[in-house]
């Protein structure tokens, strides 16, 4: 085949492939079979690869995915991403109809647009060409997931027709639809029976609900798997310069003949009653559609109007967000039990008559604490109202006092631990009762385990709740650093046996050579683990995934946390007392000291790798100490601080008569610039950080 006609079979196949990708997942009316789909789409993706030049970002063989991503570049929304206000009756739905009444002279028409539950992306065309695809993050600036977002089949990579602006965005959101995320769950359940995890291992590892998974997805280092995930996003509102458009509708319309996906569910109402028949009706109706709903988006229709009525400081004065009400249902409260967690927090929870709530059967629904269970005057036997908090967790709501039974006596919550029956503790301040037991109470010292080994800690996925259980059952395991003395022969052939709920037989189960080799492997992986991950892995009270990545960049190493006073580790951005407390505390106790050293000894990183420290960038702060407070606008403390040490400077804690410079931003500390004024230390601004970093 000529030159020429390569050329022209590939532009023929991706003209093809891009309109029966159009026809499947935004009209819903394919016109061929998969198969033959598939045999297309193979024959553009050997032509591509056997003529690179002629590849383009546009194809739709980008859509296979395959880029792996390791971080996701941070980028500034050329139009903010603001929040909508929401109401959640329908006095304050007419409320807003008449602060819009009063804000315009002239009569105006309502557009009413279901809010899927999701995840909110800007589209960037330019040219008729996707270019990149941004999350909403904070609302000024969020994360560039183009690649990813391009494995999306119902988004158009190159837009059809000619008559579209040749710049501008468009929003919507990311969803994952139910049928896709059964499917997943089916595979993932699946996969892991056949590797030979139990029942509990197995509701861990299952996904929570389709907004986290639609969010979770949309992150993914591997595109590929992106694509696999079934994902589909229906569109919004645009944005750009120029837009020849009169009202939001018309614009809707346009970007549904340019090959986008709009919701055929909008609907334009031409008065505040026309608005409510049409909440009335989704209230019940959104429970039918493949895909979850939280909310219904009210707008007025005109753009010149949207003008005219502007913008508070956080939202449209021109939008809604109407949130529909929880469906509630009422139950019997059967008992209550308290769980233990890892950090000794005791949490009570309902134990409920099965009941059918919003697509999934309720047995239990967490009551939180003590103080929770006094304002609702729970008793047993009790008639209780049982609601879904954001579709998802469900929560005791209230009473029905007309079926209390009278000899009902109140909930006495319990004194002694559920687990090891030590007096339970209540700080002053705190709502929630700890076991102060931390080193001999069972279910804190796996719960410790279990969070040591998770995804986002240590990561070793070959083990799970019901495998630690075993190991610790069999007197393997006492605490995480244990994992790394794990022999062969000490846990081949280990048993354990699992009751059958329902009065069944039990079930045994045993560790065999395949999930041996697993767990040893997955175990010996971890100690590759970055230093910031282990630190979070250790459990410390209130260190989570970003305190501990705050803590790693300011201190460098764990010797220097575990060394630092209060007052220093407050000087690391975003630690406040109660978290500096805490770490304090902890590196106070004995047992934790030898844990630690321990850890060190299993070969973990125990401080912040080589490419994650300052590189040098110049000398021009050489002989230079600073001191950094307040928060800044274009840089965080953190980030300055590097750049400090990365262009030859020091940072200090406090200010000395060796300091050069006090960097004050905004809120920077009284007693900082008091004792700079008075050693006559220079105060610099953001801005003159930044002519000094530029030479100026």
Known sequence: MSESKVLRRIEQLRKEIEEHNHKYYVQAKPSISDYDFDMLL???????????????????????????????????????????????????????DERVRKGLDHEYEYVCELKFDGVAIGLTYKEGKLVQAVTRGDGVQGDDVTANVKTIRSIPLTLHGKNYPEDFEIRGEILMPRSSFNKINKEIEKQMIEDGYDEEEIADRLLKNPRNAAAGTIKMQDSKVVGSRGLDCFLYAMYGKNLSFESHLDAMKAASTWGFKISEHTKKCKSIEDVIKYLEHWDKARFDLPYDTDDVVIKVNSFE???????????????????????????????????????????????????????????????????????????????????????????????????????????????????????????????????????????????????????????????????????FDNGLIHNPADLYNLKYENIIGLEKVIENEEGGKPKKI??????????????????????????????????????????????????????????????????????????????????????????????????????????????????????????????????????????????????????????????AGDSKLEKAQKLNVKVISEDDFEKMLKGK
């Open 305 to 471: 109007q949207q003008n005219e009525l502007g913008f508070t400081a956080k939202s449209p004065r021109w939008a809604i967000a109407y949130k529909f009400k929880s469906e509630s249902v009422s139950t019997i409260l059967e008992e209550i039990t308290y769980q233990v967690g890892r950090t000794g927090a005791i949490t009570p929870v309902a134990n409920l008559k099965a009941v059918f709530l919003a697509g999934s059967t309720v047995r239990r629904a967490t009551l939180h604490n003590a103080d929770q269970i006094e304002k609702l005057d729970l008793r047993i036997g009790d008639t209780v109202y049982v609601e879904k908090g954001g579709e998802v967790i469900p929560k005791i709501t209230g009473v029905d006092l007309k079926k209390r039974n009278k000899n009902s006596e109140p909930v006495v919550y319990v004194k002694k631990c559920p687990d090891c029956g030590t007096k339970l503790e209540r700080k002053e301040g705190e709502v929630q009762h700890y076991c102060p037991n931390i080193t001999g109470c069972p279910t804190q010292i796996k719960g410790r385990i279990e969070h040591f080994i998770s995804r986002r800690a240590m990561n070793i996925d070959s083990l799970g709740e019901g495998k630690i259980e075993m190991l």
């Open 510 to 667: 045993s560790l065999q050579e395949k999930s041996v080799q697993k767990i040893l492997k997955g175990i010996e992986e971890s100690k590759e683990v970055a230093f910031e991950r282990v630190l979070y892995a250790m459990g410390i009270r209130y260190v989570g995934e970003t305190v501990a990545k705050k803590l790693a960049l300011h201190f460098k190493s764990l010797d220097a946390i575990s060394k630092a006073t209060v007052a220093e580790l407050v000087e690391a951005e975003e630690i406040g007392e109660k978290i500096a407390a805490s770490i304090v505390e902890f590196f106070s106790i004995k047992t934790n000291i030898q844990f630690v050293n321990e850890l060190k000894k299993a070969g973990l990183n125990m401080e912040i790798a080589l490419d994650r420290m300052p590189s040098k960038l110049s000398n021009k702060f050489e002989g230079m100490s600073f001191v950094v407070s307040g928060t800044f606008t274009n840089f965080s403390r953190d980030e300055i601080k590097m750049l400090i040490e990365q262009h030859g400077g020091k940072n200090q804690s406090g200010v000395s008569a060796k300091t050069s410079f006090l960097l004050a931003g905004e809120k």
């Open 42 to 96: 193979e024959e553009l993706i050997k032509l591509e690869k056997e003529h690179p030049e002629y590849a383009t970002d546009d194809s739709p063989t980008q859509r296979v995915g395959g880029t792996i991503t390791k971080e996701f570049k941070s980028v500034k929304h050329t139009y903010p991403m603001l929040s909508l206000g929401n109401t959640y009756s329908e006095d304050e739905l007419r409320d807003f």
